[in-house]
């Protein structure tokens, strides 16, 4: 019994320990940030086992030069009048583990219209 229950503490510690994350990475989807909008800022955490794994604001403590964050969402204020964003990662249990970005706004119109259901719905038919 007591080999059993040394066996399990040594496994569950090399599987605890293979998932320590070592450094972040952002991972954005977009070239550009837009005014008013919640802006997806997606970070990476890559392991010591070489696994990747998305971290969420439970693992990333997030702050940004202008701006609030709500999850892993920038949301910028209409009226900012800046051409970029500095935003930084710090990974919560480590915070050596950092990374910052700087970050471009669109600058031009935004012309893409989004299409309502009834014509996303009449394009299936």
Not at 66 to 90: C, H, M, P, Q, W
Request: proline residues 2%; positive net charge.
């Amino acid at each position: 019994m007591k080999l059993f229950l040394l066996s399990f503490f040594v496994i569950v510690a090399v599987s605890a320990s293979a998932q320590k994350v070592d450094s972040i990475y952002f991972n954005l989807y977009t070239d550009s940030l837009k005014k008013g909008v919640h802006n997806y800022i997606n970070v990476d955490g890559k392991c010591s086992n070489g696994q990747w794994l998305p971290l969420t604001q439970k693992e990333i403590q997030f702050s940004c030069s202008a701006g609030r964050f709500d999850g892993n969402s920038l949301i910028l204020d209409t009226g900012y009048a800046e051409k970029s964003v500095k935003v930084k990662a710090v990974l919560k249990e480590n915070p050596t583990v950092q990374k910052e970005v700087t970050i471009y706004l669109k600058m031009g119109p935004d012309t893409e219209k989004v299409k309502t259901m009834e014509e996303v719905m009449r394009k299936k038919s």
